[in-house]
T-cell receptor
Framework: DQQVKQNSPSLSVQEGRISILNCDYT??????FLWYKKYPAEGPTFLIS?????DKNEDGRFTVFLNKSAKHLSLHIVPSQPGDSAVYFC??????????FGTGTSLTVIP | NAGVMQNPRHLVRRRGQEARLRCSPV?????VYWYRQLPEEGLKFMVY????????ESGMPKERFSAEFPKEGPSILRIQQVVRGDSAAYFC??????????????FGEGSWLTVV
């Protein structure tokens, strides 16, 4: 049962434009959400997180939006850079429990 | 990756052999997670451990797989009698034990197991 879903396997964006990566979840008990970036042959690197008490969190070029009623979160990267090309995973957890990951979205930023 | 150390990075085993993957968490972290990534797939949860305690092993295959996180030393993921389907990247992640320290898990670089 896939509790966290990333329905877009891939996304291509021009350099300088906005990248929007989407994630949906099914478990209303989730209260903490994270985004990770992963390059081939490396481990996932933490990018940004958001608690369920917020609807937006921003860190530099990265902003995460959370819509609890829709059980949806998104990661906005602006402006997109070629170095942002990687696989992005969203994850969700409830206190004291495991972290559930989506299947990832491969982002390609075209110079 | 915030200091989570995994070794070996690459491991080749013949079918039927044992594989042992080690994970040293970030210093001071007392919680460890193991995830597996099969080719062309996402990260699948395997097990969640605290020192000397298994919190959640719902993602572990029922046979051949075991994990521990002793009071001293690294966490070990052990796969006995490996089969070709065990070929995957195995990632370890850790987080602090105290809620006030945040709920973010930090990953190691991974161990790539190839079964021939």
């Amino acid at each position: 049962d896939q509790q966290v879903k990333q329905n877009s396997p891939s996304l291509s964006v021009q350099e300088g434009r906005i990248s929007i990566l989407n994630c949906d979840y099914t478990n209303s008990m989730f209260d903490y959400f994270l985004w990770y970036k992963k390059y081939p042959a490396e481990g996932p690197t933490f990018l940004i997180s958001i608690s369920s008490i917020k609807d937006k969190n921003e860190d530099g070029r990265f902003t995460v939006f959370l819509n609890k009623s829709a059980k949806h979160l998104s990661l906005h990267i602006v402006p997109s850079q070629p170095g942002d090309s990687a696989v992005y995973f969203c994850a969700a957890s409830a206190v004291g429990n495991q972290f559930y990951f989506g299947t990832g979205t491969s982002l390609t930023v075209i110079p | 990756n915030a200091g989570v150390m995994q070794n070996p990075r690459h491991l080749v085993r013949r079918r039927g052999q044992e594989a042992r993957l080690r994970c040293s968490p970030v210093k001071g972290h007392s919680h460890v997670y193991w995830y597996r990534q099969l080719p062309e797939e996402g990260l699948k949860f395997m097990v969640y451990l605290q020192k000397e305690n298994i919190i959640d092993e719902s993602g572990m295959p029922k046979e051949r797989f075991s994990a521990e996180f002793p009071k001293e030393g690294p966490s070990i993921l052990r796969i006995q009698q490996v089969v070709r389907g065990d070929s995957a990247a195995y990632f370890c992640a850790s987080k602090p034990g105290t809620p006030s320290s945040g709920n973010t898990i930090y990953f190691g670089e991974g161990s790539w197991l190839t079964v021939v």
